[in-house]
Structures are given as structure tokens and as C-alpha cells.
């Protein structure tokens, strides 16, 4: 379960009245909100029976969540204008599902209504409030009322029409309008009303509100009262519900970047024949997509047309119900206690090494271990801790060279038990066991992980070559498949896989073990750019040089060429780098005229635990060849 208790600190806010709203006020109570409805993840899972009873509601509110944490992490800002733009920013990244797109219109409206403005009144608040609901009507091609919809509207109304102009009470009159909204919602939707149940959705931004409550009356930010316990079966079992009832079967999400994206409208025009529940959000230089459809593909292949494809995917609902009626009737047997809803067939786990981004672990909901770097008298997480762009920076200056560990066995087990809630088996894919000592810990952890079913896969690999074999599990999880059948297929499409690099110094080989001494003068004498890369035994060797950068990178993608089978007709590339980001749009549009325009290439800084081992101004490519 993810929480945010650590992050929210005594203000304020704690006191007698409260005028007026700014930005240090407003990011405690986005991080309160935020921290308490992650809290009903389980619950919000088994209520979830609208618009596809696929169980996955709690799960996708909590991971849009906490995009939204992450973005205010850091925040500082005094203007509650800069506070909102940040959280809307946050969630339209981490946008997961129906419920997480439609709270981030909510909030990009909000957001936009209040710009520029350093503090606001309860009357600026019900404004802002009732902005954000127009723009998520406007944003709907078939608004439904009884969803988290109508609780918005229902909240934004009472706080229009309140004549209070003391923010505590204000609040309280919010959370108590809600909780009255939340009641009716299975008035107005018939299949909540045949399930006994409210609105999952509704039930999360009702969960959001009572935070906010909480932590204005110094309660603990906690969900431990019986109010949020229960016993019995998932109501998903007692659901008259059928797959053919289901007019698409995919549950597709995108997320697009570029500088002259369509418009909103635009978009909507183009998908809309493709499916249904389809939501469209354009903010500044980033779309997202949702839309249930048969053909994803055509989907990704229209996005890709109008900008850079970032993250994708395609969960097919019918392997999510069938295998949450699977563990719904199976936890019927049980008398007493929680019961864990299986959100999908598998869930995957990885080490940071892998190098994907926020936004693709976060699409796919992947759970990352982070690795430690032990520096001085420091101990960072990878990832966690410090960036890979502040330990790039780190590199330039210091000399000194951290060292690195592999996660301790509580993370493994934190980790192994976090997926085993969402999925009914675990496949965990980690950095190379000639890398690294990280495969033999998680076997090590998964052997006392409980009845959790626990597969671990050694990705004979690094970076974003563990990567995408990581990403390739997932989507194969979400398409049906199950973990023997995704263990046989990563292993075939690793024996045609690889990944190579270059570096531009030896002196962090040379630090690491990796080069020789002798080898590296000669090489530093004669200007010599070695080509390495990982065997498909996971062995580090040599696979080119070259003399002097100019010459690396024509050679490095040589080698590139002759690694990946002439006729291929499906693959994708990574493009991995130390504190060099802007060598990868050449090497992007290198790739891309080679293999074709619509080639899947995915970019990232390399982690500080692979950086420490290369330096800075070394670059590489992966391939995953999946014919």
C-alpha cells in the first residue's frame, strides 16, 4: 500500500479559522487527500462495477494519486495558482483508467481557473470547484450521472451556494454533501443498484475530501476503523454480469508528447468510431488517451501520427473479469477476513536497474525496487532518493566512487507482497545475474513470500534492455497470458535481444573493475572508443570500437545493424545515456529511418547505479527483437 504519512508535517491549516487558501495550504491538503483515499485501494477494487466490473478502480485512483504526490514532492511555491497546476500536471501523467482521467480534467479546470493567483477566498474555491466540472462535462462524449461525476458537481454546487467564509467549516459542509451524493449514486445507476453498492470513483473523491478533513482536525491520516473493513465476498461475485455484454474488449491508454499536438476536439473526432468511454486530455505539450476498443493498434498507430508515442497499452477487460470471478468465487469459500482481489492474471516487478520511466511503470502499474548507492557516510535509493539526472551532475564533479547493493530482502518481500494484492501470480524480471547479486536475493525472498506465487525471471541484462523484457512481461500480462507462457516468451525473445554502449571515459571502468589499467592507457593514447555490450549469456564483451566520439556512433549502430536480423518486422530500441540527452534525438531519427517511422524507441538517463560504472558521455542502444 502506498501512504504519504511522512510527508505531511504540522500547519496552519490546524487552527481555528482559516480565511484564505495559498499554496503551502492547498499542497498539505492535496498530499492529505491523496495519502487517505490510497488507503481504500482494496475496498475501492471490490465495489468497482462501473463501466466494467474489472476490479482495478482503487488500483488506478491510487497510482493517479500518487503522480500527483510525486509532482508536489518538491513543491515550495507560495502561489496556490503554481500548487494547482502542479497537482493537474501530476495526474494527467499518471492518469490511470476512467476515474484517474476524469480527476485529472477535474483538476486541469480547477487548475486553470485559479492561475496566477497567490491565495483565494471559500467563494474563489467554489468557483475554481465549479470550474473543474464544467471542463470534465465538456470533455465527456456521454456524461453519466451516479460516477464521481456527479459528486464533483454536487460538492462544487454546495460550496457555490455556501455563505461561509471560514475555510473549516466550509470543508465540513463539502464532506458532508458528498458523503449525501455518494449515497444516491446507485439512485441514478442501475447497476450499482443491482450490485448494493455506490460508485467506486465517487467513493475515492469522497475518500479524497474526508483527508482533507482529517488533516484540517489534526486526525491521523488513517483508515484503521472498522468503518473500512469487511468480510465476505467481493461484490464483483454477485454481479449478473457477462464478457459478451461488453461491446469492446480493450481497455486502451496512451500518453503522447509533442509541440503541435492536435486539439482536444480533434482527437476526439479521429477515435471516436474506434470504441467507447472514450476521455481526451490536452494539456500543453502532452495528450492522454482512454478509450475500450477492439483495435488498439489502430489506436496507438493514429497517436503515433501526431506525436511521440511515450507510454501504451492495451489491457483486455475479459481476462480481467474472468480471472477476478476466479478469486471471487474462491475467497467465497472463506469465512472471515480481507479479501485480495486479483486485478489481472500477473503482475510485474523490477529493480530500478531497468531504466523505464515513471510514466511507462506507472501505466503498466510495474512495482520497482530500488537499488542502493552507498557513498561516504550516504546511503541513497536509486530512483528514490536522487535522480538520475542529480547523480549524472554528481559524476562531472565528484571523484569518489559510490558503491552499489542490491535491494535488502524486506524490499523484495514489500514489493513481492504489494503485487501479489493485484494480480493472482507475480513474475519479477531483474538485472543480470552476472551483473549483479540481485536474481539470487529475490529467489532468496520469494521463497518466503507465503502462498504469493512468485516467478523470477533473470533478465540476463541491464538497463533498458532489462527494461523492455520488463514492459514486454507486462503487456503480455495484460493481454491474458499466463506467467509460464510470459517466462517462455522472454526467454525466446532474449536469445535475439541485446543491448550495446559506449563510453567516453575509463576511468570509471577502470574504478569498477570492468577494464584494465594497461588497456585503458593504451586506449586513452590512441583515442579508442570501445563498443561493449551484454552477450545473450549476460556476459559483458566487447563488441566494436572506434577511434575517437565522431566515429562511436556511426560504429556503435553498426553494430546495432548487424545484432538485429536482417527482415526483422518487429522490434524496439532503447536509447540509454549519462548526462548526454541531447545525443538521443539523432539517434532517435537514426533508428526510426532504418527500422521505420513508427518504430517504439524508448529514451532514458541512465540509473545512477549503471551510471557509476560508465561515467558521464556514455550512451547505448537496446533492442528487443519479438518475431
Given at each position: 500500500m502506498l501512504t504519504l504519512r511522512g510527508r505531511i508535517r504540522e500547519s496552519d491549516l490546524n487552527s481555528n479559522q482559516i480565511a484564505y487558501l495559498d499554496g503551502p495550504r492547498l499542497r498539505r491538503s492535496l498530499l492529505a487527500a491523496c495519502d487517505y483515499a490510497q488507503q481504500q485501494r482494496v475496498e475501492l477494487n471490490r465495489i468497482n462495477v462501473f463501466p466494467v466490473p474489472d476490479g482495478d478502480t482503487g488500483t488506478n485512483l491510487s497510482l493517479t494519486l500518487q503522480a500527483i504526490a510525486d509532482h508536489l514532492g518538491g513543491v515550495s511555491a507560495r502561489s496556490v495558482g503554481e500548487v494547482a497546476q502542479r497537482a493537474a500536471e501530476g495526474a494527467v501523467l499518471g492518469a490511470r483508467g476512467n476515474c484517474g482521467m476524469m480527476l485529472s480534467h477535474f483538476l486541469l479546470g480547477f487548475a486553470q481557473n485559479i492561475e496566477g493567483r497567490t491565495r483565494i477566498t471559500t467563494g474563489d474555491l467554489g468557483e475554481a470547484l465549479g470550474a473543474g466540472v464544467d471542463i470534465l462535462y465538456e470533455s465527456l462524449e456521454n456524461p453519466v450521472e451516479g460516477t464521481i461525476l456527479t459528486v464533483m458537481r454536487d460538492v462544487a454546487t454546495a460550496v457555490c451556494e455556501s455563505a461561509e467564509d471560514d475555510f473549516v467549516p466550509l470543508i465540513l459542509e463539502a464532506v458532508r454533501e458528498a458523503r449525501l451524493s455518494l449515497e444516491r449514486t446507485p439512485e441514478k445507476l442501475e447497476a450499482l443498484k443491482k450490485a448494493g453498492v455506490v460508485d467506486a470513483g465517487a467513493k475515492g473523491f469522497v475518500s479524497m475530501l474526508e483527508g482533507v478533513q482529517m488533516f484540517v482536525n489534526g486526525e491521523p491520516i488513517s483508515a484503521d476503523n472498522t468503518e473500512h473493513q469487511f468480510e465476505g465476498q467481493s461484490v464483483l461475485a454477485m454481479v449478473d454480469y457477462s464478457v459478451e455484454d461488453e461491446q469492446y474488449r480493450f481497455c486502451t491508454e496512451a500518453l503522447v508528447r509533442g509541440s503541435t499536438l492536435p486539439a482536444q476536439p480533434e482527437v476526439r473526432e479521429a477515435l471516436r468510431d474506434l470504441g467507447d468511454?472514450?476521455?481526451?486530455?490536452?494539456?500543453?505539450?502532452?495528450?492522454?488517451?482512454?478509450?475500450?476498443?477492439d483495435e488498439p493498434e489502430d489506436v496507438f498507430s493514429y497517436l503515433r501520427s501526431v506525436g511521440e508515442l511515450a507510454t501504451h497499452k492495451a489491457e483486455d477487460m475479459y481476462v480481467q473479469h474472468e480471472t477476478i470471478g476466479a478469486a471471487s468465487v474462491s475467497a467465497s469459500h472463506r469465512s472471515k477476513g480481507h479479501i485480495q482481489i486479483a486485478r489481472r492474471p500477473v503482475t510485474v516487478v523490477t529493480d530500478s536497474a531497468c531504466d523505464l520511466s515513471k510514466e511507462v511503470v506507472?501505466?503498466?502499474?510495474?512495482?520497482?525496487?530500488?537499488?542502493?548507492?552507498?557513498?561516504?557516510?550516504?546511503?541513497?535509493?536509486?530512483?528514490?532518493?536522487?535522480?538520475?539526472?542529480?547523480?549524472?551532475?554528481?559524476?562531472?564533479?565528484?571523484?569518489?566512487?559510490?558503491?552499489?547493493?542490491?535491494?535488502?530482502?524486506?524490499?523484495?518481500?514489500?514489493?513481492?507482497?504489494?503485487?501479489?494484492?493485484?494480480?493472482?501470480?507475480?513474475?519479477?524480471?531483474?538485472?543480470?545475474?552476472?551483473?549483479?547479486?540481485?536474481?539470487?536475493?529475490?529467489?532468496?525472498?520469494?521463497?518466503?513470500?507465503?502462498?504469493?506465487?512468485?516467478?523470477?525471471?533473470?533478465?540476463?541484462?541491464?538497463?533498458?534492455?532489462q527494461g523492455m523484457l520488463t514492459l514486454k512481461a507486462a503487456e503480455l500480462g495484460e493481454s491474458g497470458w499466463g506467467v509460464q507462457e510470459i517466462r517462455k516468451e522472454l526467454d525466446r525473445i532474449r536469445r535475439q535481444s541485446g543491448i550495446v554502449f559506449t563510453v567516453s571515459t575509463f576511468e570509471r571502468l577502470i574504478a569498477s573493475g570492468r577494464v584494465g589499467r594497461g588497456k585503458a592507457l593504451l586506449g586513452r593514447f590512441l583515442g579508442l572508443k570501445p563498443i561493449l555490450g551484454v552477450t545473450p549469456e549476460g556476459e559483458v564483451a566487447a563488441f566494436g570500437k572506434a577511434f575517437g566520439d565522431k566515429r562511436a556512433r556511426p560504429e556503435l549502430l553498426r553494430v546495432v545493424r548487424k545484432q538485429v536480423p536482417e527482415g526483422t518486422k518487429k522490434v524496439r530500441f532503447g536509447i540509454v545515456q549519462v548526462g548526454v540527452p541531447e545525443i538521443v534525438p539523432d539517434i532517435t531519427a537514426a533508428l526510426r529511418g532504418e527500422y521505420g517511422s513508427d518504430v517504439d524507441v524508448l529514451a532514458a538517463p541512465a540509473t545512477p547505479v549503471i551510471a557509476t560504472h560508465t561515467g558521464v558521455g556514455a550512451w547505448g542502444v537496446a533492442w528487443l527483437v519479438e518475431d
Amino acid at each position: 500500500m502506498l501512504t504519504l504519512r511522512g510527508r505531511i508535517r504540522e500547519s496552519d491549516l490546524n487552527s481555528n479559522q482559516i480565511a484564505y487558501l495559498d499554496g503551502p495550504r492547498l499542497r498539505r491538503s492535496l498530499l492529505a487527500a491523496c495519502d487517505y483515499a490510497q488507503q481504500q485501494r482494496v475496498e475501492l477494487n471490490r465495489i468497482n462495477v462501473f463501466p466494467v466490473p474489472d476490479g482495478d478502480t482503487g488500483t488506478n485512483l491510487s497510482l493517479t494519486l500518487q503522480a500527483i504526490a510525486d509532482h508536489l514532492g518538491g513543491v515550495s511555491a507560495r502561489s496556490v495558482g503554481e500548487v494547482a497546476q502542479r497537482a493537474a500536471e501530476g495526474a494527467v501523467l499518471g492518469a490511470r483508467g476512467n476515474c484517474g482521467m476524469m480527476l485529472s480534467h477535474f483538476l486541469l479546470g480547477f487548475a486553470q481557473n485559479i492561475e496566477g493567483r497567490t491565495r483565494i477566498t471559500t467563494g474563489d474555491l467554489g468557483e475554481a470547484l465549479g470550474a473543474g466540472v464544467d471542463i470534465l462535462y465538456e470533455s465527456l462524449e456521454n456524461p453519466v450521472e451516479g460516477t464521481i461525476l456527479t459528486v464533483m458537481r454536487d460538492v462544487a454546487t454546495a460550496v457555490c451556494e455556501s455563505a461561509e467564509d471560514d475555510f473549516v467549516p466550509l470543508i465540513l459542509e463539502a464532506v458532508r454533501e458528498a458523503r449525501l451524493s455518494l449515497e444516491r449514486t446507485p439512485e441514478k445507476l442501475e447497476a450499482l443498484k443491482k450490485a448494493g453498492v455506490v460508485d467506486a470513483g465517487a467513493k475515492g473523491f469522497v475518500s479524497m475530501l474526508e483527508g482533507v478533513q482529517m488533516f484540517v482536525n489534526g486526525e491521523p491520516i488513517s483508515a484503521d476503523n472498522t468503518e473500512h473493513q469487511f468480510e465476505g465476498q467481493s461484490v464483483l461475485a454477485m454481479v449478473d454480469y457477462s464478457v459478451e455484454d461488453e461491446q469492446y474488449r480493450f481497455c486502451t491508454e496512451a500518453l503522447v508528447r509533442g509541440s503541435t499536438l492536435p486539439a482536444q476536439p480533434e482527437v476526439r473526432e479521429a477515435l471516436r468510431d474506434l470504441g467507447d468511454c472514450l476521455i481526451v486530455i490536452r494539456s500543453q505539450d502532452v495528450l492522454k488517451v482512454h478509450i475500450h476498443t477492439d483495435e488498439p493498434e489502430d489506436v496507438f498507430s493514429y497517436l503515433r501520427s501526431v506525436g511521440e508515442l511515450a507510454t501504451h497499452k492495451a489491457e483486455d477487460m475479459y481476462v480481467q473479469h474472468e480471472t477476478i470471478g476466479a478469486a471471487s468465487v474462491s475467497a467465497s469459500h472463506r469465512s472471515k477476513g480481507h479479501i485480495q482481489i486479483a486485478r489481472r492474471p500477473v503482475t510485474v516487478v523490477t529493480d530500478s536497474a531497468c531504466d523505464l520511466s515513471k510514466e511507462v511503470v506507472r501505466a503498466h502499474g510495474i512495482h520497482v525496487i530500488p537499488m542502493s548507492l552507498v557513498h561516504g557516510d550516504k546511503t541513497w535509493r536509486d530512483g528514490v532518493d536522487i535522480t538520475a539526472e542529480q547523480f549524472h551532475e554528481k559524476l562531472r564533479t565528484d571523484q569518489a566512487l559510490p558503491t552499489t547493493s542490491q535491494p535488502a530482502p524486506v524490499e523484495f518481500l514489500k514489493a513481492f507482497q504489494a503485487a501479489g494484492e493485484e494480480g493472482e501470480s507475480v513474475i519479477g524480471v531483474f538485472v543480470g545475474s552476472t551483473l549483479s547479486g540481485t536474481v539470487r536475493a529475490a529467489e532468496m525472498a520469494a521463497d518466503n513470500a507465503g502462498d504469493t506465487s512468485i516467478h523470477v525471471v533473470d533478465s540476463l541484462g541491464a538497463s533498458l534492455l532489462q527494461g523492455m523484457l520488463t514492459l514486454k512481461a507486462a503487456e503480455l500480462g495484460e493481454s491474458g497470458w499466463g506467467v509460464q507462457e510470459i517466462r517462455k516468451e522472454l526467454d525466446r525473445i532474449r536469445r535475439q535481444s541485446g543491448i550495446v554502449f559506449t563510453v567516453s571515459t575509463f576511468e570509471r571502468l577502470i574504478a569498477s573493475g570492468r577494464v584494465g589499467r594497461g588497456k585503458a592507457l593504451l586506449g586513452r593514447f590512441l583515442g579508442l572508443k570501445p563498443i561493449l555490450g551484454v552477450t545473450p549469456e549476460g556476459e559483458v564483451a566487447a563488441f566494436g570500437k572506434a577511434f575517437g566520439d565522431k566515429r562511436a556512433r556511426p560504429e556503435l549502430l553498426r553494430v546495432v545493424r548487424k545484432q538485429v536480423p536482417e527482415g526483422t518486422k518487429k522490434v524496439r530500441f532503447g536509447i540509454v545515456q549519462v548526462g548526454v540527452p541531447e545525443i538521443v534525438p539523432d539517434i532517435t531519427a537514426a533508428l526510426r529511418g532504418e527500422y521505420g517511422s513508427d518504430v517504439d524507441v524508448l529514451a532514458a538517463p541512465a540509473t545512477p547505479v549503471i551510471a557509476t560504472h560508465t561515467g558521464v558521455g556514455a550512451w547505448g542502444v537496446a533492442w528487443l527483437v519479438e518475431d
